[in-house]
């Protein structure tokens, strides 16, 4: 009875998939399920990482992208597309497999991230092509009116992992959050947050549970202020 | 102004003419293509590939690479077409190869605007996509100026009603050799969007 069940799952699956509009994203276990661990290994994100980038292929490869994260990498101001220009390799990796695994949702973008459009190997080159570009230093701010908050919250709970000056940690996977879109780093901590980002770091998920929105906007704001200094860009 | 494009044209051609020509990676004959064309192509897609036809794509300036991808994949029925199939039934590899470095030789003339008053919406989604409808800009893949590269093809010119058909056929499913990503776009982008496209790509600056 119960093999027989999950043989028609396994049978409706399959078909819903060849039915499935081009832009049916998967969907796989995150922080809403028992016993998610944040990072995991991954088959296809450990070959991504382990691959020798090639930065000229990257730049071919990443033609698919820049009709909305722009062909600078800077994306838009309005929340809508994040600046990826200078970010860590290791994120970018591990953000686009996210992505296609279906641990992070973003059907917007999936269509044009799955496997069969961008090659393992290219998702490592394209990687390694955006790191390499200058980070674009006109972003999106915030209104400027908390930062003094917004600072003393981001020294006591964010520079441990985000790193001082908004670095991050290519080894720790933490994102570079300097110079990245206010608009965009508000809209993710709501998401982290409330649990709605589902590839998200359950330590910071600690820190920020008791956030109000008018606290992450200071802080979200401070963030999109700090800038790298110089000789730090690719730690 | 328009006289010496005209002359220069002239003048490229005859030099590309004078050798075989070699795409990113297609390499043909161009005066073996030029015959093809002339037997072959020339009723739908005019003698330089500058098609009279609304209905059929002008294929001057076209990359060579891709215009190949198609051509072969409308043999292997991987892109439907009825039209094409018993065509290209009758060409060989070198056939193919040749026809279409001799079309990415030539000079594409200017495209017909049917409707002006749709330029403005279609330069905005040529150039900046829908971002809340999940749309990339088309500029991202084919260019600024929609004159494409060997893996994107040239857009700049094209007849709007081709367009607009190849849009309907990747909305319904009915085109599907896209890798799913026109697939995509075309199924999110409005009917107006896309009509504003095609008109914007029609008036996109003709030359190579």
């Known amino acids: 009875m119960k093999s027989a069940l999950s043989a028609m799952f396994v049978l409706a699956t399959a078909c819903s998939t060849a039915l499935a509009q081009p832009d049916a994203a998967p969907r796989a276990p995150g922080i809403e399920s028992s016993g998610y661990v944040w990072n995991q290994p991954d088959p296809d994100k450990d070959a991504a990482l382990a691959h020798r980038p090639d930065i000229e292929q990257g730049k071919i490869a990443y033609e698919i992208c820049q009709g909305c994260h722009q062909s600078d990498g800077s994306g838009r101001a309005d929340a809508i597309y994040p600046s990826l220009a200078g970010q860590h390799a290791s994120v970018l990796i591990k953000q686009m497999m996210d992505v296609r695994a279906g641990r992070r949702d973003n059907p917007k973008m999936h269509p044009f991230v799955g496997e069969w459009v961008v090659s393992v190997e290219e998702v490592a080159n394209i990687a390694a092509y955006l790191n390499q570009l200058p980070i674009s230093l006109d972003n999106g701010k915030g209104s400027g009116n908390r930062l003094e908050r917004g600072r003393e919250l981001y020294e006591n709970d964010c520079a441990s992992c985000h790193g001082k000056n908004g670095e991050g940690n290519a080894t720790e996977f933490y994102p570079l959050v300097a110079h990245q879109h206010y608009a965009y780093l508000y809209k993710e901590a709501v998401m982290i947050r409330d649990g709605e980002r589902r590839n998200a770091n359950p330590k910071m998920v600690i820190f920020i549970r008791d956030y109000s929105n008018e606290d992450l906007k200071a802080v979200s704001d401070y963030m999109s202020r700090l800038t790298l200094p110089a000789g730090t860009r690719q730690p | 102004m328009k006289h010496s494009r005209m002359i220069a044209a002239a003048a490229c051609a005859g030099l590309l003419l004078a050798a075989s020509s070699a795409s990113a990676e297609v390499v043909g004959d161009l005066e073996r293509g030029k015959a093809v064309a002339a037997e072959v192509c020339v009723a739908c897609h005019g003698a330089d590939g500058n098609s009279p036809v609304p209905m059929f794509p002008k294929l001057a300036g076209q990359h060579a690479d891709y215009a190949l991808k198609q051509l072969q994949e409308f043999a292997s029925a991987r892109r439907q077409s009825d039209i094409m199939k018993p065509i290209v039934e009758g060409l060989s590899a070198r056939d193919m190869a040749d026809a279409a470095v001799f079309f990415a030789s030539q000079q594409p003339s200017p495209g017909q605007v049917d409707d002006p008053s749709m330029l403005e919406t ?87």
Do not use: W
Request: aromatic share 6%; net charge positive; with cysteine.
């Open chain 2, 122 to 208: 279609g330069r905005r989604v040529f150039n900046e996509g829908n971002p809340d409808q999940g749309v990339p800009a088309c500029a991202g893949c084919h260019g600024q100026n929609g004159v494409g590269n060997a893996r994107y093809p040239r857009l700049a010119g094209q007849h709007p009603t081709y367009v607009l058909d190849q849009m309907q056929q990747f909305a319904d499913g009915r085109r599907t050799n896209d890798k799913r990503l026109m697939q995509t776009i075309a199924s999110r982008l409005g009917e107006t969007e896309t009509r504003a496209v095609a008109e914007y790509i029609a008036s996109l600056e003709a030359s190579k």
